[in-house]
C-alpha cells in the first residue's frame, strides 16, 4: 500500500530536550515536504526537499532541522523544543519534476513542548 | 500575509443540499489550484485540482471553479453527504524557476453536512 508514514503520532516533551520526528515512503517520490497546522493558520511549511541531499527553508523553518540522506526518508529535528513549537505535524511526498500538484500526507504527528 | 485565505472558518449543510467552500487568493503568479480534505486523525487527501488555463474542472460531485480576474476559487459539492463532513484546504502552486516546489495553503474550511 503506497503511504507515508510518520513516528510518533503523539509526543509530549519538554523544553530544550531534543527530538526527531521520523518520515518515510514507500512511493519513490523525490519530493518531500514537512508542514505544520496551527489554528487559523492553516498548513505552513517548514521544510522541503527536493531530492537526496537536497533541502531548503519553507515559510517557518525557524527552530527545525531536516535531513534527506535517503530518498525514502526525511526526519524533522528539533534541537531544543520551545512551548511555540507546539503543534500538528505533517510529512507530504510528491513527484518531483516540472510541476510538483498532488502530495501525499502522512497522519500527523501531535507534538506539545512544556 | 496570508496569500491563499478561507474567509468562513465553518459551514453546515443539509444533505442532498449544494455545498460551497469558498477561497481567495492574492497572487496572481499562482498557476495550479488544488483542494484537499482532512479527517480528523488523519492527513489531508487530494480532492480535485485546477489549472490557472481553465475556469472549471469536475470530478464526480465535486467541481472547481476559478475565476482569475476575481483571484476567486470555489469549491461545489453536490449532492453533499454526511461522509464529506471534514475540514477542506485551498492550496495554491508557485511556480519558481520553472519548477514549482511548494503549495502555499488557506486556513481551511469545516464543512458539516447534516442528515
Known amino acids: 500500500e503506497a503511504q507515508v508514514t510518520q513516528n510518533p503520532r503523539y509526543l509530549i516533551t519538554v523544553t530544550g530536550k531534543k527530538l526527531t520526528v521520523t518520515c518515510s515512503q514507500n512511493?519513490?517520490?523525490?519530493?518531500m515536504s514537512w508542514y505544520r497546522q496551527d489554528p487559523g493558520l492553516g498548513l505552513r511549511q517548514i521544510y522541503y526537499s527536493m531530492n537526496v541531499e537536497v533541502t531548503d527553508k519553507g515559510d517557518v523553518p525557524e527552530g527545525y532541522k531536516v535531513s534527506r540522506k535517503e530518498k525514502r526518508n526525511f526526519p524533522l529535528i528539533l534541537e531544543s523544543p520551545s512551548p511555540n513549537q507546539t503543534s500538528l505535524y505533517f510529512c507530504a511526498s510528491g513527484q518531483a519534476g516540472l510541476l510538483i500538484y498532488e502530495q501525499y500526507f502522512g497522519p500527523g504527528t501531535r507534538l506539545t513542548v512544556t | 500575509d496570508q496569500q491563499v485565505k478561507q474567509n468562513s472558518p465553518s459551514l453546515s449543510v443539509q444533505e442532498g443540499r449544494i455545498s460551497i467552500l469558498n477561497c481567495d487568493y492574492t497572487?496572481?503568479?499562482?498557476?495550479?489550484f488544488l483542494w484537499y480534505k482532512k479527517y480528523p486523525a488523519e492527513g489531508p487527501t487530494f480532492l480535485i485540482s485546477i489549472s490557472s488555463i481553465k475556469d472549471k474542472n469536475e470530478d464526480g460531485r465535486f467541481t472547481v471553479f476559478l475565476n482569475k480576474s476575481a483571484k476567486h476559487l470555489s469549491l461545489h459539492i453536490v449532492p453533499s453527504q454526511p461522509g464529506d463532513s471534514a475540514v477542506y484546504f485551498c492550496a495554491a502552486s508557485v511556480n519558481y524557476g520553472g519548477a514549482t516546489n511548494k503549495l502555499i495553503f488557506g486556513t481551511g474550511t469545516l464543512l458539516a453536512v447534516q442528515p
Open positions: 497572487n496572481s503568479m499562482f498557476d495550479y
Open positions: 512511493m519513490n517520490h523525490e519530493y
